[in-house]
């Protein structure tokens, strides 16, 4: 079958981290740049983050530049986000995408709440 399933989520105090992991199956995951898009309550979808297919290349959306690290392990089929730092405006569901592809792919999410 072929998805994505985040998990890592959970409830956590500013200045925390979390460690977020997205199994993918059902599709050779080594051949696709995978992504991590999240949404914030009552907002739309915001790009977080980007990595190449072998890893050597990662982007960041400027807000969480130097606090977030993402990586992949090709012979695990997982997408890892490293979330460190946490403030409170990270704070919504992470969803793990396939998305340079003519048909994209996304995960059911996982919620991260920042907050004291």
């Known amino acids: 079958q072929v998805q994505l399933v985040e998990s890592g989520g959970g409830l956590v105090q500013p200045g925390e981290s979390l460690r977020l992991s997205c199994a993918a199956s059902?599709?050779?995951?080594?051949?696709?740049?995978m992504s991590w898009v999240r949404q914030a309550p009552g907002q739309g979808l915001e790009w977080v983050s980007e990595?190449?297919?072998?890893?050597?290349?990662?982007y960041y959306e400027d807000s969480v530049k130097g606090r977030f690290t993402i990586s992949r392990d090709n012979a695990k089929n997982t997408l890892y986000l490293q979330m460190n730092s946490l403030k409170p405006e990270d704070t919504g569901v992470y969803y793990c995408?396939?998305?340079?592809?003519?048909?994209?792919?996304w995960g059911k999410g996982t919620l991260v709440t920042v907050s004291s």
């Open positions: 995408a396939k998305l340079r592809t003519i048909t994209a792919l």
């Open positions: 059902g599709f050779t995951f080594s051949t696709y740049s």
């Open positions: 990595i190449n297919t072998g890893g050597e290349n990662t």
